[in-house]
């Protein structure tokens, strides 16, 4: 697939970390939307319809648990819209509670840009695009 039409959300409320991500992914040719909160990711993920979505947890509004919760229960397409979890919350309980609530991937911060560059890769390779 084309990757100048897959868009990537990025839901952060760090904007250093939003600006180095998003201008990173846009370089490899993919739509870049930005969120600053989880409200604002939320009205995204529902109007901009991304395909992958970079989901930090502590943000303000709305954190990244309450976002992804509402992403699976109330999903806005038919279409898997995976989630990339990257937060400073790496501990085990964090993780797990990721896993029961469908995140597809879960990178604890401090990471590379490699390392999300990969698992959106990853992502993409695992899920059928713009099929629904």
């Known amino acids: 697939m084309n990757p100048a039409v897959i868009k990537i959300l990025i839901a952060d ?3 250093a970390a939003v600006e180095i991500m998003a201008r990173k992914i846009a370089s490899q040719g993919y739509e870049v939307i930005a969120a600053r909160d989880g409200e604002d990711a939320w009205n995204k993920i529902n109007s901009g319809l991304p395909d992958v979505i970079i989901l930090d947890l502590n ?3 709305m954190d990244g648990w309450a976002v992804l919760s509402r992403l699976r229960q109330n999903p806005p397409v038919k279409r898997w819209q995976p989630v990339i979890i990257v937060s400073a ?3 085990l ?3 797990r509670k990721g896993v029961d609530l469908q995140a ?4 604890a911060k401090p990471c590379q840009i490699e390392d999300i560059l990969k698992a959106i890769r990853l992502m993409l390779s695992l899920v ?3 099929g629904n």
């Open 13 to 15: 409320d760090e904007e």
């Open 128 to 130: 059928p695009q713009r």
């Open 89 to 91: 919350q790496g501990d």
């Open 93 to 95: 309980e964090s993780f």
């Open 104 to 107: 597809d991937h879960y990178l």
């Open 59 to 61: 943000m303000p509004k």
